[in-house]
Antibody, heavy 115, light 107 residues
Framework: QVQLAQSGAEVRKPGASVKVSCKVS????????INWVRQATGQGLEWMAW????????GFAQAFLGRLTVTRNISTTTVSMELSGLKSDDTAVYYC????????WGQGTVVTVSS | IVLTQSPATLSLSPGERATLSCRAS??????LAWYQQKSGQAPRLLIF???NRAIGIPARFSGSGSGTDFTLTISTLEPDDFAVYYC??????????FGPGTKVGLK
């Protein structure tokens, strides 16, 4: 079993960047791929990216190419995602999710983009 | 790929059977999962690889299908089952798409 603990809520202005971290514990850090999924209020789920923490390989949804970065820190067993060029419609809850079947969900991080 | 879920809303009573559909725009073999989400909570994995129940999921939840057409069935609705259900398809290796969701509400 794996536990995912995310960083706290963030508020940013349009055009800025935001970094959300996801601390992985409870099992080997390299055992589970990590995905990032977001959900705007009252809307559905949107997949953003994945990372293999063992190899560092990543993949991104077309909608985020060029403005989303996913990194890992093996020593702190943390995966982070950084979204740049923020717009108001990036306001959402951002989840890190572990496992190839997206079995294990973090608690979510609220990101608000507002001028 | 595009995943289409139907119906968008399902109004049922406890004890009834719920049948939810997810259709993929192209063949995704059995790379289909189902999630349940309640208000204010993160989604919960119910079914993976089209028909396998996740750990701890009651037997009243079952999944079927392959290729482009998939079904989630809740055999006898419990009060705790009223929620939004999403399908997820995996394609091109690690690319993932979610369906728009089906809300199962109380009649």
């Amino acid at each position: 079993q794996v536990q995912l603990a995310q960083s706290g809520a963030e508020v940013r202005k349009p055009g800025a960047s935001v970094k959300v971290s996801c601390k992985v514990s409870g099992n080997s850090f390299t055992s589970y791929e990590i995905n990032w999924v977001r959900q705007a209020t009252g809307q559905g789920l949107e997949w953003m990216a994945w990372m293999n923490p063992k190899t560092g390989n990543t993949g991104f949804a077309q909608a985020f190419l060029g403005r989303l970065t996913v990194t890992r820190n093996i020593s702190t067993t943390t995966v982070s995602m950084e979204l740049s060029g923020l717009k108001s419609d990036d306001t959402a809850v951002y989840y890190c999710v572990g496992g190839a079947d997206l079995n294990y969900w973090g608690q979510g991080t609220v990101v608000t983009v507002s001028s | 790929i595009v995943l289409t879920q139907s119906p968008a809303t399902l109004s049922l009573s406890p004890g009834e059977r719920a049948t939810l559909s997810c259709r993929a725009s192209q063949n995704i073999r059995n790379y289909l999962a189902w999630y349940q989400q309640k208000s204010g909570q993160a989604p919960r994995l119910l079914i993976f690889d089209a028909s396998n129940r996740a750990i701890g999921i009651p037997a009243r939840f079952s999944g079927s299908g392959s290729g482009t057409d998939f079904t989630l069935t809740i055999s006898t609705l419990e009060p705790d089952d009223f929620a939004v259900y999403y399908c997820l398809g995996r394609h091109n290796g690690h690319q993932i798409t979610f369906g728009p969701g089906t809300k199962v509400g109380l009649k």
